[in-house]
Structures are given as structure tokens and as C-alpha cells.
């Protein structure tokens, strides 16, 4: 049980093209996600808060016009890169906090999707 | 503020020999302590995690990590190691006080674990 599905696992763009990538808890509710982005060689970097129905909580220095995220269930949230530029190339990871009955205390992440513009 | 300090960038280490990974941890309640580990371009996978209770804690694939509260570390170790226990390893923490309304998890930077058959 909790598994978190993230897709596409890999994408290519054009620079100023938009990319949505979807994060899904395929066996639990999730009213908490978070997007973490990954660059090469180092830790994962908290990009967004995702709560279910609300708005979405950006770390400081992510730009939120730029990384739209929306958790539209309980069960899926959506990262969409827009106008995206090569430097926004890199790995990006969601996880889901499961609600009770689903773990103990840990999140549960998704595969990943390794976004690459040219 | 809360932060985690994984003090090695890589570890090697010989199969069938045991392994230790370090972390410790700065949180200024009580700590849930978290050992993830990733494998090339996968996301993490849970290993273990400390929430209260006996200090020594056993996990997934044999894993087992030691809570020590004196020293604030949280040390990932494997009796013997395998060549598939290769990967990055991610020491996570968060404040247990934070409420249930906060699972924001501060990673380490990560240590790579290189088995040598």
C-alpha cells in the first residue's frame, strides 16, 4: 500500500512551452503534498506545500507564477512548469502525507520526472 | 529551524562487510528522524524511521539505525553490506511539535553508498 504514481517519468521541451507533470496517491487519500526539486549531485530542495482545495504554499525564491501547482483531490496534485527555459531543467519529486490509518508518521514519494528543455 | 547534517559525500565499503552512515540532526523539539534511500533517477524510498520509543530501530532490506539522543545522531548501519545496497542515502528529520498540520521533512544532503563486490 501507499504508493504515490508521478508521471510523465520523463519529458522533453522546447524552450516556452509548458509541462505539467502529475502526482498521484494511488491507494490513499493525501490531503498534504510537496514538490521538491533535485538538482544533479545534491539534496532534495522544497519547492511547495500542497493542501487539497486551497491554495498552495511556495518556499521562499520559488516563483509561483512560474511553478503552477494545483491539488484539485485528494488524491492528485499537478506541478506545471510554465514558459519553461533550460535552466528549469532538472528532477522533480512529489510525496504525499497519507491521512490516519496509512503509515506513521512517514511521506510516501513518487518516482520522479526528469524534466529536460532544450 | 531544524537541519541535518549527512558529514560524508560517499561511502565505500566492501560486500559482506558492515556499513555505517552518519547523520545528525539540530530540531528544536523532539525529533522524527527518517532514513530514505534513492536509487539513479527513481524517487525515495522509505527505509526506517525513529518516532519515540527503543533508540535502535530496524527497517526495510536489514537496515537498522540507532537513535542517540546525547549526541543527536541518527546513523544508518547494515551488518554486511550488498552490492544492491548501492545508492544515495537521505538522513530526513522533522519537529514533532510542528503539528499534525506540518510533515515538512529538512533533508541531509545526501551520501552516496558505494558497494564493492
Known amino acids: 500500500g501507499a504508493v504515490v504514481s508521478q508521471h510523465p517519468s520523463r519529458v522533453i521541451c522546447k524552450s516556452g512551452t509548458s509541462v505539467k507533470i502529475e502526482c498521484r496517491s494511488l491507494d490513499f487519500q493525501a490531503t498534504t503534498m510537496f514538490w521538491y526539486r533535485q538538482f544533479p549531485k545534491q539534496s532534495l530542495m522544497l519547492m511547495a506545500t500542497?493542501?487539497?482545495?486551497?491554495?498552495?504554499?511556495?518556499e521562499q525564491g520559488v516563483e509561483k507564477d512560474k511553478f503552477l501547482i494545483n491539488h484539485a483531490s485528494l488524491t492528485l496534485s499537478t506541478l506545471t512548469v510554465t514558459s519553461a527555459h533550460p535552466e528549469d531543467s532538472s528532477f522533480y519529486i512529489c510525496?504525499?502525507?497519507?491521512?490516519?490509518?496509512?503509515?506513521?508518521?512517514?511521506?510516501?514519494f513518487g518516482e520522479g520526472s526528469r524534466l529536460t528543455v532544450l | 529551524a531544524q537541519s541535518v547534517a549527512q558529514p560524508e559525500d560517499q561511502v565505500n565499503v566492501a560486500e559482506g562487510n558492515p556499513l555505517t552512515v552518519k547523520c545528525t540532526y539540530s530540531v528544536s523539539g523532539n525529533p522524527y528522524l527518517f532514513w530514505y534511500v534513492q536509487y539513479p533517477n527513481r524517487g525515495l524510498q522509505f527505509l526506517l524511521k525513529?518516532?519515540?520509543?527503543?533508540?535502535l530501530v530496524k527497517g526495510s532490506y536489514g537496515f537498522e539505525a540507532e537513535f542517540n539522543k546525547s549526541q543527536t545522531s541518527f546513523h544508518l548501519k547494515k551488518p554486511s553490506a550488498l552490492v544492491s545496497d548501492s545508492a544515495l542515502y537521505f538522513c530526513a528529520v522533522r519537529d514533532g511539535y510542528s503539528g499534525a498540520g506540518s510533515y515538512q521533512l529538512t533533508f541531509g544532503k545526501g551520501t552516496k553508498l558505494s558497494v564493492i563486490p
Open positions: 525513529y518516532i519515540t520509543g527503543d533508540n
Open positions: 500542497s493542501n487539497e482545495g486551497s491554495k498552495a504554499t511556495y
Open positions: 510525496s504525499a502525507k497519507p491521512g490516519q490509518g496509512v503509515g506513521t508518521g512517514e511521506l510516501f
